[in-house]
């Protein structure tokens, strides 16, 4: 049977009846049909008590199937009897179907065409939609009220602006931003070009120090400015937003999905800035129309006696909202831009054509990048920091020590003193060639000391020793000199350098000749 439930079910439907709870809300609870719920409570009503919504019924006669107010009536109506006139609608006799179909999600078309296929219905399809309209009518509960203490809850919005001028005289289309404190209505406006994350910050936090605290909660949609994915049960907001609630201490909250009327006061106070403060207004400029909507917040806005409240706007946020709300912080929001960026081969990340470095472990992987007009930071898919620049400007690179893989770092980059240390493993000869070659040639000396390491790969550090004394007695301060004594095989430190025919002690042969020439010459 379509009726029959597993025991546990049938427990929890006589605990939660007992309890108090209607049938529509055990239905809701257990994810089962009103018409099981009254079935396995024994409530099963026979067709001549059943509720009739027909024309001939007032609405204050109207009960909602599975409300108290029908438990009420169907209890204290005597057996065979109804205390409500009997619907002429044709479609009364299916009523009990069609609320189950209403339960399933079905349209009034598709609840018509059930019941012609599966009951044999014979009536009109406005018949259905007619009588469809009055159950729903019947059936929805009335909307809760909530009002909140001062300094609590603060709701925004964005709605569409007036045109402006931008700064090439061309029309552009702006949207109006709007903040109202829950328990005053005190409001704050900002016409804004486009609406990112960024900007939001901004307006939101020109509201909190117009205004002059910041509120426990701010209620918003699930705008993308600030909702990175929705969800009524754990929504994930951007983490730059997260940064900037824990910078004010307060709490955004957003709505469920499509659902605007959890914040019926900023729906209705968008409506209120854009019929009385801008509609049918074209400004000069953006910077005019925030002038405009500062003076009307003001002077009009705030005058007013607010039609709920029957208070004046004004008047209770200085005298009672205003005390409440939290303390601003010492200094605004620390602003900056954030984006994705790929570590590129060379281990740098490009933001507005500069270049910074990130750790060689992220080669090739999408880090998350914060800047300002002063500092950079790379952070990891944890939101941890881990490499942190100044600002360049465009087309320069910013590359930290510690993100370049020893190998890749040349000898001649790690300056002098490290290619020194290095030589002294050679031995006591070779550093003291080093240190003369050192002297002598000042930074051009660390090719050659490059080379006399690399020659330690080839030859034994006797061999090289023995090279370098031989070199440094004859004070041939170069590299060639040291690779030619060592390919020789020259070990013999008495041995005559006669290749060193370029050292600057020693002048060219012909000079010698000239110089003979001169003196037979004078004789």
């Not at 099963?44 to 509720?51: E, H, I, L, Q, S």
């Amino acid at each position: 049977m379509a009726n029959q439930l597993a025991m546990d079910k049938v427990q929890a439907v006589k605990h939660l009846a007992q309890s108090g709870f209607s049938e529509r809300r055990i239905a809701e609870q257990l994810g089962i049909s009103r018409k099981a719920v009254r079935h396995h409570l024994g409530r099963n009503r026979p067709k001549d008590t059943k509720a009739p919504t027909g024309s001939t019924c007032s609405k204050d006669t109207k009960a909602p199937t599975g409300s108290d107010s029908h438990k009420a009536i169907t209890s204290e109506a005597p057996s065979g009897a109804s205390n409500r006139p009997i619907s002429s609608s044709q479609c009364e006799p299916f009523r009990e179907a069609i609320l189950d179909m209403l339960e399933r999600g079905l349209t009034a078309q598709r609840i018509y065409q059930d019941l012609q296929s599966e009951f044999g219905f014979v009536a009109k399809y406005h018949s259905v939609r007619r009588y469809v309209a009055r159950l729903s009518e019947s059936t929805e509960p009335p909307f809760r009220r909530l009002e909140c203490e001062p300094g609590t809850q603060m709701q925004v919005d964005f709605g569409t602006g007036a045109r402006c001028k931008n700064h090439e005289g061309k029309l552009i289309k702006t949207y109006v931003f709007r903040a109202i404190l829950s328990h005053s209505r005190k409001g704050y406006s900002e016409a804004v070009t486009q609406m990112t994350v960024e900007r939001f910050i901004q307006v939101l936090e020109n509201a909190f120090w117009r205004l002059g605290g910041v509120p426990k909660v701010v209620i918003f949609d699930n705008g993308s400015c600030a909702v990175k994915h929705a969800d009524w049960y754990d929504a994930e907001l951007h983490p730059k937003i997260n940064d900037f609630c824990k910078h004010y201490q307060f709490a955004l909250v957003p709505t469920r999905p499509r659902t605007p009327r959890h914040k019926g006061k900023i729906e209705r106070g968008i409506g209120y800035v854009k019929n009385n403060a801008l509609k049918s207004k074209v400004f000069e400029s953006l910077a005019a129309q925030n002038e405009h909507l500062d003076h009307w917040e003001s002077s009009v806005a705030d005058t007013r006696i607010h039609g709920t409240t029957k208070k004046h706007v004004g008047q209770v946020f200085q005298q009672i909202e205003r005390a409440a709300l939290q303390p601003l912080p010492q200094s605004r929001f620390p602003f900056y831009e954030e984006g994705r960026r790929r570590v590129s081969r060379d281990g740098h990340v490009a933001v507005k054509h500069s270049f910074y470095s990130a750790p060689p472990e992220y080669l090739g992987r999408e880090v998350w990048v914060r800047w300002n007009s002063k500092i950079l930071r790379i952070l990891n898919d944890r939101m941890e920091v881990i490499a942190t620049h100044c600002t360049r400007e465009r087309g320069r690179f910013s590359t930290l020590d510690e993100h370049i893989v020893p190998e890749k770092i040349h000898g001649i980059e790690k300056g002098l003193q490290y290619l020194l240390r290095k030589v002294r493993f050679l031995g006591a000869s070779a550093t003291r060639w080093a240190e003369l070659l050192i002297e002598e040639r000042g930074v051009q000396a660390a090719r050659s000391l490059q080379g006399l390491l690399s020659l330690s790969k080839k030859f034994s550090c006797d061999d090289m020793n023995r090279a370098c004394d031989l070199a440094w007695r004859s004070k041939a301060t170069n590299y060639r000199a040291i690779k030619r004594i060592l390919e020789n095989r020259c070990a013999d430190s008495q041995l005559t350098l006669d290749f060193i025919e370029e050292h600057p002690i020693i002048r060219p042969v012909s000079e010698y000749g000239q110089f003979i020439q001169r003196a037979i010459q004078g004789s």
